[in-house]
């Protein structure tokens, strides 16, 4: 009994570790995509061309109809489409 309550324990130290390591991970993607945006305003990189539709889309809460539509008119994957998404999401509420 006490040895299934210790590994109970370390299951649950491991997954917490994991979730803490995962989130610290998500904060420096976050990080590096500030970075790398201020970067590309400075070298005079154009953002890719954001469509009226899509950017309703998202002010209006609906970002999977807007990563469809994004995906089909650009042709990036699921999770390509699905970060572009989030960054404008988090460019439109500042």
């Given at each position: 009994m006490e040895d299934k309550i210790i590994w109970i324990v370390l299951a649950i130290?491991?997954?917490?570790?994991?979730?803490?390591?995962?989130?610290?991970?998500?904060?420096?993607?976050?990080?590096?995509?500030r970075i790398l945006e201020k970067i590309a305003k400075q070298i005079g990189v154009a953002e890719p061309p954001i469509d009226d539709e899509i950017k309703n889309l998202v002010e209006e809460g609906k970002k999977i109809k807007a990563i469809k539509i994004y995906r089909q008119a650009t042709g990036v994957g699921l999770k390509e489409a699905k970060e572009y998404i989030d960054l404008l999401s988090e460019k439109l509420k500042n």
């Open positions: 130290l491991l997954l917490s570790g994991i979730s803490t390591a995962i989130n610290q991970i998500r904060n420096d993607i976050r990080h590096t995509n």
